[in-house]
């Protein structure tokens, strides 16, 4: 059991430097933000001749094939999930140790913060940024792990609810990536609006322009069947993490918008 709220070392990749009284360093923050996102953002460099970095769009989550049973506090692996033949993977592949350096980005946006200028104008947010060396993983039992472990991502227990276990084909095609991670971060704004004395103290401006603050979540629809589908009823696992997330989802964003604005520290010094 975890006894202490575990942090990342702050480094020169990962300290945040502008708005540093929103940093969080946090491993069950930063971690629950990448397990919440749908979709990740992961960056990487295709070969010293390429100009240009990739990003690309992916599916992952944090755990530990190690420990299972490790919480969202405690040091976890990223894993990803892509096509065997991507560029991702073959770069992956063909990388010394410690593997392939990658930076994964996570963002969740709770508000729209409306304020008197344009410039003050904000987002209640939540974002994650972590620092890694990925590899392939070849062990099929944890390739099985984490198949199952992404499924689950996206609906939880989804995976014991479909056609298990995948094919020989589907094991081909898929590949999933491992991610140590050295480093992350995160900045989370919630709170009201907050503005410049000099406006605050101007009636005129006060009295012609409207402030606060929209919530933002994401909401699931009503679930919709798929053309072949024959089952009736939808599953509870279907339904019951619908109703969840849009509750839980809707309270966060609400209560983000009614918080105190965050305070700069006379600590950070610096930038903003």
């Known amino acids: 059991m975890v006894r202490h709220n575990l942090e990342y070392p702050k480094d020169v990749h990962n300290t945040v430097n ?13 971690h629950t933000i990448i397990n919440t996102t749908p979709v990740l953002h992961v960056s990487f460099h295709p070969s010293p001749t390429d100009p240009f970095p990739v990003i690309l769009p ?4 944090m755990g530990s094939f190690s420990r299972p049973s490790a919480s969202i506090s405690e040091p976890l692996d990223l894993y990803l999930h892509g096509y065997v033949s991507s560029r991702l993977m073959n770069v992956s592949r063909s990388s010394s140790s410690p593997g392939l350096p990658v930076c994964i980005a996570a963002s969740k946006v709770d508000g729209l913060v409306l304020t008197l200028t344009p410039n003050s104008h904000n987002y209640n947010y939540r974002s994650a940024v972590l620092f890694g060396h990925a590899t392939l993983v070849t062990d099929l039992d944890e390739k099985l792990w984490a198949m199952e472990l992404i499924t689950n991502s996206v609906v939880p227990d989804r995976w014991r609810h479909t056609r298990v ?11 999933i990536l491992k991610v140590k991670i050295d480093s992350g971060s995160a900045k989370v704004r919630e709170g009201v609006p907050n503005d410049e004395m000099c406006d605050l103290g101007d009636q005129k401006v006060l009295d012609a322009v409207w402030t606060g603050v929209l919530p933002l979540s994401e909401q699931f629809g009503e679930p919709v069947p798929g053309p072949y589908n024959v089952v009736k009823e939808v599953p509870g696992h279907v339904t019951e993490y619908k109703e969840r997330m ?10 983000a918008a009614r918080k105190d604005a965050p305070v700069k520290r006379k600590e950070d010094g610096g930038d903003e």
């Open 165 to 175: 276990p995948p094919n020989p084909a589907e094991m081909q095609s898929t590949q």
């Open 246 to 255: 849009n509750r839980e989802n809707w309270a966060y964003a609400e209560a």
């Open 18 to 30: 502008r708005y540093k009284h929103q940093a969080v360093y946090s491993l069950t923050t930063i």
């Open 58 to 61: 992916l599916i992952g989550q």
